[in-house]
């Protein structure tokens, strides 16, 4: 099964896929995968209804827009320059630990919601990224024990405005926070459908132009690593979010750089997970 939303931004319900593509409703079951249900054995629960038949199901219409897999979480924690050719592309060095971020949860957006181009912003940019959505609360977790803290694996794109990031000092989190800026989706895979995290091809296209095709196996700080560093410094919650960086090929990098202007279409997934699709609008 996959976890997914559906409904109006901000009104969702959830809903399963289940493996025969059949596509339910478990708002009669479920209030909604938030911190709640993911800190209150949700994932059990739900697996059990399955596993009972979907008793009172409901299926959802087929035309229902989807929104991001999990409520917008208390937290979404980013790592730059977890590949190293993307960190060479990047430029300012080659980190020797995780270089962590946040983009502010009002960024959350759905996988195939518009992504606006702020007013002023000239230097927008993509990156496709495994999310990893913390399953229970980790507090100084052991890295051999970091794995049983997630829930489940989706996809994320950490669009970035490149200008208001490096070029207005400070810390990144001013181009990373945008509206729009943080959709993910198209569902939740859980965890225990994932053979290896680090196993996974990633990609992302611009205008049909593959531009990012890379393997999360290239990071330089595994998802087992990151949850327990990240850990040390903060409490994850249930529902958490971490963006686990990217592989190379952003505009940013590009030479000349090449960015996003309104009327681009960026596709992007990671094979076993699933795949996203956002069209890049002006601003109102």
């Known amino acids: 099964m996959k976890l997914i939303r559906y ?25 909604d995968y938030d911190e709640g249900f993911f800190a209150l054995g949700g994932l059990e629960a739900l697996q059990a209804w399955v596993e009972d038949g979907c008793p009172d199901a409901e299926e959802i219409p087929p035309d ?59 230097k927008l940019d993509y990156e496709v990224e495994l999310a990893v959505v913390i399953g229970k609360t980790a507090t100084n977790v052991a890295e051999e024990h970091s794995l049983d803290h ?23 989190t001013k181009g990373k926070s945008h509206d729009t800026f943080g959709p ?17 091809r990633l990609w992302c296209k611009v205008n049909n132009e593959l531009r990012q095709n890379g393997w999360t196996g290239d990071m330089m700080f595994g998802v087992r690593h990151l949850i327990s560093y990240i850990s040390r410094f903060m409490t994850l919650l249930p529902g958490d979010v971490i963006a686990t960086g990217t592989p190379s090929g952003v505009g940013m990098g590009m030479k000349p750089p090449r960015y996003l202007a309104p009327g681009d279409c960026v596709e992007l997934g990671i094979e ?4 996203m699709r956002q069209r890049i609008v002006a601003a109102s």
């Open 64 to 122: 229902a827009r989807l929104g991001p897999p999990v409520d917008r979480p208390s937290k979404i924690v980013c790592v730059g320059k977890n590949y190293l050719e993307h960190a060479k592309e990047f430029g300012e060095g080659i980190p020797t630990e995780p270089v962590l971020f946040m983009k502010a949860s009002t960024c959350w957006s759905g996988p195939f919601d518009d992504v606006i181009n702020p007013q002023g912003a000239t």
């Open 272 to 275: 076993g997970i699933g795949e």
């Open 150 to 172: 997630v829930a489940g694996y989706s996809v994320f794109c950490d669009y970035s405005e490149r200008a208001w990031q490096k070029e207005l000092g400070g810390q990144w």
């Open 184 to 200: 993910m989706g198209p569902w939740l895979v859980p965890a225990s459908a994932v053979k290896d995290p680090q196993g996974l």
């Open 7 to 31: 409904g109006e931004p901000g009104r969702e319900e959830p809903g399963i896929i289940l493996d025969d593509g059949r596509r339910l409703d478990t708002g009669g079951q479920f209030n």
